[in-house]
């Protein structure tokens, strides 16, 4: 996995483009989707807690990588989404968009054997071909991911300071 | 949705991602294509021939010999060393470091030897693991806090922060 700070901005950045379109996708369902993106990487929690304690404890062999996979997210959104007073069903389409982009990028990256991991357990086990775009430690993925982000975000500014088209026909109908 | 529906239904996914977690591992060795870690601490032997992808830190590096040592772990705690026939260079310099990490894919040989097809430095030196994790830290205090800016928790559960 690439570290999480480029994951979050890439998650960050895709959703405010994707707010572009879509009116209801509003800076507080952005910050949801960012949740999100942190889903897959809570198998870290594997550095705080043993998962051979986990074992031992439940008596069966247990693996927290199971989280960083498509039903892993699809799970987690739904227990995150249950925790929303209200628009569960909103809360659990952007925890698991955010899940999703951050198991898409992590499709990409290197392999020895140019095949990517099993991140579409359960569905399936199949790796699909990887271009081995990147490893997780090249500073180069941090800083397009902060390129990136930074060019969304000026556009956002920018969009956002410019009335829209539809306040544009109000101004000139009233005038 | 009331609370107690919600309350019910975040109960039984838990217990689904423990059966996720409990079925993933024990179903690994069976769905991963090269014997893991795990078949290998128990009947290296049989395996031998086989094509591998080894995931492990770096222990030592002969580029005189053209050799990387590499310590890779099974579940139950078994340290087991390899030795691929191939030190990766950037610039004519070793890619890796000792403390570095490394997949190696290859076919194994007797005495834990590996004859490499491709390796890929995941980390070149021990320090790059510590970036990893710094750079996260920074990503999960950051990325809460502007979830905390939207929302505000409540006994109900997450709500819009107003003004």
């Known amino acids: 996995m690439a570290e999480l700070l480029s994951h979050l901005l890439l998650?960050?950045?895709?959703?405010?483009?994707?707010?572009?379109?879509?009116?209801?996708?509003?800076?507080?369902?952005?910050a949801v989707g960012v949740i999100g993106g942190i889903l897959p990487d809570l198998n870290r929690l594997a550095i705080g807690v043993p998962e051979r304690a986990?074992?031992?404890?439940?008596?069966?062999?247990?693996?927290?990588?199971?989280?960083?996979t498509l039903g892993g997210v699809v799970i987690l959104a739904g227990i995150g989404a249950m925790t929303f007073a209200q628009n569960q069903r909103r809360a659990f389409g952007l925890l698991f968009a955010g899940a999703f982009v951050h198991l898409l990028t992590d499709a990409v990256k290197s392999y020895a054997d140019g095949?990517?991991?099993?991140?579409?357990?359960?569905?399936?086990?199949?790796?699909?071909?990887?271009?081995n775009?990147?490893?997780?430690?090249d500073p180069e993925v941090l800083a397009?991911?902060?390129?990136?982000?930074?060019?969304?975000?000026?556009?956002?500014?920018?969009?956002?300071i410019r009335p829209?088209?539809?306040?544009?026909r109000e101004k000139r109908r009233d005038a | 949705m009331r609370l107690s529906v919600r309350l019910a239904i975040a109960v039984v996914l838990c217990l689904a991602l423990g059966g996720l977690g409990v079925h993933y591992a024990v179903s690994y060795d069976d769905r991963w294509p090269y014997p893991t870690e795990n078949t290998l601490a128990d009947d290296y032997g049989d395996h031998i021939g086989e094509e591998t992808l080894v995931f492990g830190r770096v222990t030592a590096i002969d580029t005189a010999a053209d050799e990387l040592t590499l310590e890779a772990e099974a579940d139950d705690g078994t340290r087991l060393e390899f030795v691929a026939d191939d030190?990766?260079?950037?610039?004519?310099?070793?890619?890796?470091?000792?403390?570095?990490?490394?997949?190696?894919?290859?076919?194994l040989e007797p005495d834990g030897e590996i004859a490499t097809s491709e390796t890929v430095v995941v980390n070149p030196n021990a320090r790059s693991e510590t970036y990893k994790l710094a750079v996260s830290a920074i990503?999960?205090?950051?990325?809460?806090?502007?979830?905390?800016v939207h929302w505000r928790p409540t006994l109900a559960g997450w709500e819009v922060r107003r003004g």
């Open chain 1, 11 to 30: 998650v960050w950045a895709v959703l405010t483009i994707a707010s572009w379109r879509l009116e209801w996708l509003t800076p507080r369902w952005v």
């Open chain 1, 54 to 68: 986990i074992a031992d404890l439940l008596g069966v062999p247990f693996q927290l990588d199971a989280i960083h």
């Open chain 1, 115 to 131: 095949q990517a991991a099993m991140w579409l357990y359960p569905l399936t086990s199949y790796r699909h071909p990887t271009p």
């Open chain 1, 133 to 137: 775009l990147y490893v997780s430690a």
């Open chain 1, 144 to 160: 397009l991911s902060i390129g990136v982000a930074g060019i969304v975000f000026v556009v956002d500014r920018r969009r956002r």
């Open chain 1, 164 to 168: 829209n088209s539809t306040q544009l």
């Open chain 2, 87 to 107: 030190v990766p260079t950037d610039g004519g310099q070793p890619a890796v470091q000792e403390g570095g990490f490394v997949q190696v894919y290859g076919t």
């Open chain 2, 139 to 148: 990503a999960l205090l950051t990325g809460t806090a502007y979830f905390f």
